[in-house]
């Protein structure tokens, strides 16, 4: 696949600034809302100080159970926005010596974590996830983890294997999906595939939503390849990001895959490159899954101007299921079943307190999302490379020629 692509990050993700009480925060200390004990704190690493990053350290540090203690990006301008984030919400900062940059600074912050770190955040470009993820499990950490797990099948099947060697040194895994920690999501899906809607036949998965990276495009029109230009505009190159369909879709075809209990078997599409400026990402997608069954489930992805809505939808003999992402969950037919909500902060915090329980009580280190975050990102690959190729892949092609994606980073400093 040729390189290059992004969320709605200036919407959605909150990028931090202002005071404290602007962003509804306190300082804390480490005895904190939830009343937790320094003992019980995660000493917690951040990888990838953007905008999820510091929004996602500001409600690690918001639910109690958590210290940032260490921080790495690539940019140091990022480390210092981070830093300069947490000094709104917690004290003490994060220690100089605690804050690592350049490449090679992911494998600093393993040196140094011994006695200081507890776990990583992964939350950077997904093209360096499997990589770090392995490493960050070998050196006897637990490991949060944004999605995508990953951008080719090498990558997700590393997850997998990492979130296993996980479970074995009793470490937590933990892939950050917001339906499925959102308990009005769980109860629905719990209904359908009880039997709420009959027998499945069809659905929809989409993601139709505006750019989130559109201020890089000027610069890396400038300079397209200049590998810190691309860097920072990651979300508009498809190896760095995988794709629109892969960074930003695999939320409705994560939907899809926990609610059929199973990954699609091929995957036809159309898409092309129609208004973005700068980059190798489509920014349309059309793409027909097959799961088992017989059991067809379209997908429209945009990520231009406009907006759309980001919903997965499934139709059965007596009835059908949705859930919206900023807005509600439902089932309509023989069973009713309405509840309503945003998941973007609530089920993100569902997964922050999980990943605090399973790293804290030590009870259950099954670690199941890294199975099932990789097989979704795997099903979002099959519809990129399908469209990209114009011809039907199946699942058992792709995983067969397991293509790896290299994008070409020389020149990146150390
Ligand atoms: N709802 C959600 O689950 C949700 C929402 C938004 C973003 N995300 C995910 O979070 C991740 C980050 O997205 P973002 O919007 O914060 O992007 P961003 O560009 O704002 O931040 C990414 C940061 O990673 C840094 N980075 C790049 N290469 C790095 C490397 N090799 N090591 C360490 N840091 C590196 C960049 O410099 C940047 O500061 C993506 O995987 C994205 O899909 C998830």
Request: proline share 4%.
């Amino acid at each position: 696949m040729s390189t290059s692509f992004p969320d709605n990050r200036v919407g959605r993700r909150h990028v931090v600034g202002g005071a404290a009480a602007a962003v509804g925060v306190t300082l804390l200390r480490p005895e904190t809302v939830r009343g937790f004990q320094a003992s019980s704190q995660i000493r917690l690493a951040i990888v990838g100080c953007g905008s999820r990053g510091q929004w996602l350290s500001k409600l690690f540090t918001k639910q109690g159970g958590y210290r940032v203690a260490a921080c790495h990006d690539y940019f140091l301008d990022r480390t210092i926005d981070m830093n300069n984030t947490m000094a709104i919400i917690q004290a003490p900062l994060i220690d100089e010596s605690m804050r690592f940059t350049g490449l090679s600074g992911y494998r600093r912050l393993l040196d140094k974590a011994p006695g200081a770190i507890d776990a990583v955040a992964l939350i950077n470009p997904p093209y360096f996830r499997p990589a770090q993820a392995a490493l960050a499990v070998e050196a006897g950490l637990h490991v949060w983890c944004a999605k995508p797990v990953g951008v080719d099948v090498p990558g997700c099947l590393s997850i997998i294997e990492s979130g296993k060697q996980a479970t074995m040194k009793r470490k937590a895994f933990l892939v950050d999906f917001q339906y499925r920690a959102n308990p009005a999501d769980q109860e629905a899906v719990r209904l359908v595939q009880g039997g709420a809607i009959g027998k499945i036949v069809c659905g929809e998965a989409n993601f139709l939503g505006g750019c989130p990276f559109g201020r890089y495009v000027d610069a890396l029109k400038k300079s397209p390849k200049d590998p810190e230009v691309r860097l920072r505009g990651w979300g508009l190159d498809a190896v760095l990001s995988g794709d629109i369909l892969v960074e930003q879709n695999v939320h409705q075809i994560d939907v899809a895959t926990w609610v059929l209990g199973a990954v699609p078997v091929a995957a036809i599409g159309r898409g092309r490159t129609a208004l973005r400026g700068a980059g190798d990402c489509y920014d349309v997608y059309h793409v027909i899954y097959e799961f088992p069954g017989g059991v067809t489930v379209s997908l429209d992805a945009k990520q231009f101007d406009g907006g759309g809505g980001f919903f997965c939808r499934l139709y059965g003999s007596e009835g059908w299921y949705e859930t919206h992402y900023s807005s509600h969950v439902a089932i309509e037919g023989k069973t009713k079943f309405r509840k309503n909500g945003d998941i973007g902060e609530s089920g993100t915090l569902k997964n922050i307190e999980a990943f605090h329980d399973i790293v804290i009580q030590a009870s259950d280190f099954a670690n199941a999302s890294a199975e099932y975050g990789a097989k979704s990102t795997m099903a979002a690959i099959l519809g990129r490379d399908a469209t990209r190729s114009r011809k039907e892949l199946t699942w058992e092609e792709m995983v067969r020629k397991s293509e790896r994606l290299d994008a070409k980073l020389d020149g990146l400093k150390d």
